[in-house]
């Protein structure tokens, strides 16, 4: 198992930046799959980046070119650096871990641990 816990969230105006880190603990962090998703008032969650064990990585179309998300297995953290950020941006923003072979990155179903989310607001 590995338990997750989220920070950085905050309010921002648009066009700032925010880095977000979600910190692992329990079973080798560096085993995991790990991404980020979101979830905005009255929507479901939707999927934001994923970086497999090996380092490749995939971001949703709505943040490509302004997201980055990174891991440091030897500080069992994995972060997403937000930048040029918009309103549409503001979310809870979760972190998920997944052990074994994931099909769909983008299905949150598909993640076996999530941490309690961190709110990220972005004003106009």
């Known amino acids: 198992q590995v338990q997750l816990v989220e920070s950085g969230g905050g309010l921002v105006q648009a066009g700032g930046s925010l880095r977000l880190s979600c910190a692992g603990s329990g079973r080798t962090f560096s085993g995991y799959i790990m991404a980020w998703f979101r979830q905005a008032p009255g929507k479901e969650r939707e999927f934001v980046a994923v970086i497999y064990r090996a380092g490749y990585t995939y971001n949703a179309d709505s943040v490509k070119g302004r997201f980055t998300i990174s891991r440091d297995n030897a500080k069992n953290t994995v972060y997403l650096q937000m930048n040029s950020l918009r309103p549409e941006d503001t979310a809870v923003y979760y972190c998920?871990?997944?052990?074994?072979?994931?099909?769909?990155?983008?299905?949150?179903?598909?993640?076996?641990?999530w941490g309690q989310g961190t709110q990220v607001t972005v004003s106009s």
């Open positions: 998920a871990a997944k052990d074994g072979y994931l099909s769909d990155y983008r299905r949150s179903a598909q993640y076996d641990y």
